[in-house]
C-alpha cells in the first residue's frame, strides 16, 4: 500500500518556472520501480508528461522534452517535475504516479491531483 501527497501547484505566467513534488509513504514504498507524472486538461485525455524508472533514464513526453526535469530522491520516496518556460498548454491538473511490482505484478498508485495555471 502506498499514500502519496503531492505539493508545488498554483498560477504562474507564461515562461515561469513551477516545482512539483510528490512523496510516497507506506509499506509499499519498498516495491516502487516508476515514479512519474500525468497531467489532464479540461476537454482532454489524461498523458504522460514524465516518468522516472529506478535506474534507466527518464521518459518525456514529445511537447515537455528540454523544458521539464524529473528527478527521484529514492531515499526519501520523492519525485519532482521541474517545469520551465511554461506555456498556457502546460494548464491541467497533474497527477503524480507510482508504479509497484509484487511477484512480478504490476500495481498504479495515484496522487489527488494538483492544479497548473499558466496564464498572464
Known amino acids: 500500500q502506498v499514500q502519496l501527497v503531492e505539493s508545488g501547484g498554483g498560477l504562474v505566467q507564461p515562461g515561469g518556472s513551477l516545482t512539483l513534488s510528490c512523496a510516497a509513504s507506506?509499506?509499499?514504498?519498498?516495491?516502487?520501480?516508476?515514479m512519474g507524472w500525468y497531467r489532464q486538461a479540461p476537454g482532454k485525455q489524461r498523458e504522460l508528461v514524465a516518468e522516472?524508472?529506478?535506474?534507466?533514464?527518464?521518459k518525456y513526453a514529445n511537447s515537455v522534452k528540454d523544458r521539464f526535469t524529473i528527478s527521484r530522491d529514492n531515499t526519501k520516496n520523492l519525485v519532482t517535475l521541474h517545469m520551465n518556460n511554461l506555456t498556457p498548454e502546460a494548464t491541467a491538473v497533474y497527477y503524480c504516479h507510482i508504479g509497484v511490482r509484487v511477484l512480478d505484478d504490476d500495481h498504479a498508485y495515484w496522487g489527488q491531483g494538483t492544479q497548473v495555471t499558466v496564464s498572464s
Open positions: 507506506g509499506n509499499g514504498v519498498r516495491n516502487i520501480y516508476i
Open positions: 522516472k524508472p529506478q535506474i534507466a533514464r527518464p
